[in-house]
């Protein structure tokens, strides 16, 4: 198998029938990034810098991030990283972080909103991460957004660090591309206004499966409860695709759907044709859409979300299908 997949890794993503898609990896330490070479992957669509945060035993001085994501940089070249900034709080610790004592930690003070009421290590981050990416195209993106003004001020915090390197004579990014991840329901209905001002939109089903279908995604009871491959998470899925393309803002998905043959067959019949997933995934996924006859598969997967038929999981058809 793990040779078949190996064969793939050059064969360009085009489809059957001739629709292109990419396949991005998802990485959080160093020694990840080294997969991205043996699986082709066209570039880090998502980078948990929070890892590296994890694994120390001290909040990183600005110089040690700096040096972090500078060989992270060197350690994929030619291919783009989307970092996302610390997405710390809920099941992700620092232990040398005192942590408040939450009833209800994934809902609770964590990701952007802990970057945003604590700016100093925000800015420190952007900062070492601005810094690293002088002269490259810099990619960043924020976890957890709920409401559209989280986004700006955090892009403002960015604007603002972008300033500082330049008073100080710092090199900064050629490009910067500043992202929002979708993962928090509330921002569907703000799709037209992220839309707007991001540059891009990465989808983290994980939290937004956890969250739509109030289904803990630590909790084995319940979460796999509801089958991803249904008409409510899709139908919310579509939205996402389709308001972003009237914007052209480019869009990702980065949950651990997107990593999953049958789903990312779904995934490309409701229109997203970026995944990205851990590099485990990348052979299997690539092999079920490079025979994929899309055409076919929209007609499908869109019709069978659509049908008034209580919204059941449409994974026997797709497996049928596929
Ligand atoms: C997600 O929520 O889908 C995601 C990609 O981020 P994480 O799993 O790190 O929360
Ligand atoms: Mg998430």
Redesign the pocket.
Known sequence: RQEQYHKLRDVPCVTRDGVPFELHM?A?LLVDLRHAEETGATSIG?F?T?LQFMIVSQFPRIQQQYDFYTSAFAAVPGKPITF?TL?IG???VLPYMTQTEEENPALGWR?IRISLDRPALLRMQLRALLRAGAGRDVRIMF??VAIVDEFVRAKDLAMREIAYLKRHGYGVPRDLQLGA?V?VPALLWQLDEISERADFL?????????YMFAAD?ENKHVSSRFDSLSAPLLRALRSIVETAARHNTPVT?????GGQPLEALALLAIGFHKL?MSPSSIGPVKAALLSADVSALKKLVNGLIDAKDGAKSIRDAVQKFA
Do not use: F, H, Y
């Not at 990465?202 to 956890?210: K, M």
């Not at 998905?253 to 759907?257: A, R, S």
């Open positions: 998802n959080g998502l948990r929070e996302r997405d809920s099941d992700k990701a976890p957890m991840m993962e990465s989808v983290g089903t994980n939290d937004l499966i956890q995604r998905l980065c949950g651990e759907m990205s």
